[in-house]
């Protein structure tokens, strides 16, 4: 199944591509912010193909990570993973982008959470424990970061893109791992596909990328109408736009 991937990682605010050979990363482009849309995507991808002389039907599976993190980055690795898979007739392989995290975590045991910034106060948080493999602890949520951090237990290992948002806040005892080691790695969700192929096969038909809450505008326009309800207006029953 994993002979010949191309891998999609758009969670963070720089998103990667790479391909792949049984397991093994050859090679990846970056995709900053300002150009992480489907055009920029298909075109760097097209480029490590060519590089490899890889045909697209070549590929005999997809992987990518499907959050939580950015809402557009997200949709955009997500939606051309699932049409690239479904076009070529080839496995999707969907990592939560917090599994590759913790699974890269070499040398450390016990508690981890695993954090992302979820804007506005709040904080994405898996917790997992290791056992013979890490395991979910606690099912990922959302909730205020000082809520958090009052309950956060010492010896617990804080990872994750949001440690630095959770920081401030920590009580004495709680091990924080250093920046190289917060983002997820192209190689490392490779890495963890390759070891559990079946745990991440997904149906392109129906996987969704995994966040608990919209994108800033849809925020903001949840808001709007929410304030919106109460005037005379809305409450008349004419919808808004």
């Not at 760097?44 to 697209?56: H, K, S, T, V």
């Not at 599976?61 to 959050?67: A, D, E, K, N």
């Not at 695993?114 to 493999?133: C, E, F, H, N, P």
């Not at 490392?188 to 392109?204: E, F, H, M, W």
Request: glycine fraction near 10%.
């Amino acid at each position: 199944m994993l002979e010949r991937v191309l891998a999609i990682e758009t969670s963070g605010k720089i998103g990667h591509v790479g391909v792949a050979a049984n397991g093994v990363l050859l090679a990846e482009r970056e995709l900053s912010e300002a150009r992480r849309h489907a055009r920029d995507l298909t075109m760097r991808c097209r480029e490590l193909l060519n590089e490899q002389a890889w045909r697209p039907r070549d590929l005999t599976c997809v992987v990518v990570s499907i959050g939580p993190g950015s809402f557009t980055g997200l949709r955009v690795g997500l939606a051309s993973a699932k049409t690239l898979a479904y076009t070529l007739g080839c496995p999707l392989l969907a990592v939560p982008t917090f599994d590759a995290i913790v699974d890269a975590l070499d040398g450390i045991d016990g508690t981890v959470d695993v954090i992302s910034d979820a804007l506005q106060g709040m904080i994405y948080v898996t917790r997992y424990r290791k056992a013979d493999g890490w395991e979910v602890q606690e099912p990922l949520r959302i909730c205020p970061a000082s809520e958090w951090a009052a309950k956060v237990s010492e010896g617990t290992t804080v990872a994750g893109p949001g440690v630095s948002v959770v920081e401030p806040l920590l009580p004495a005892g709680v091990n924080v791992v250093p920046p190289e080691r917060r983002q997820i790695k192209l190689a490392g969700l490779i890495r963890l596909a390759a070891s559990q192929p079946k745990r991440y096969q997904a149906d392109p038909w129906s996987i969704e990328p995994i966040y608990l809450r919209g994108s800033s505008a849809e925020e903001k326009r949840k808001a709007i109408t929410a304030s919106g309800s109460h005037s005379p207006e809305m409450s008349s029953g004419h919808a808004g736009g």
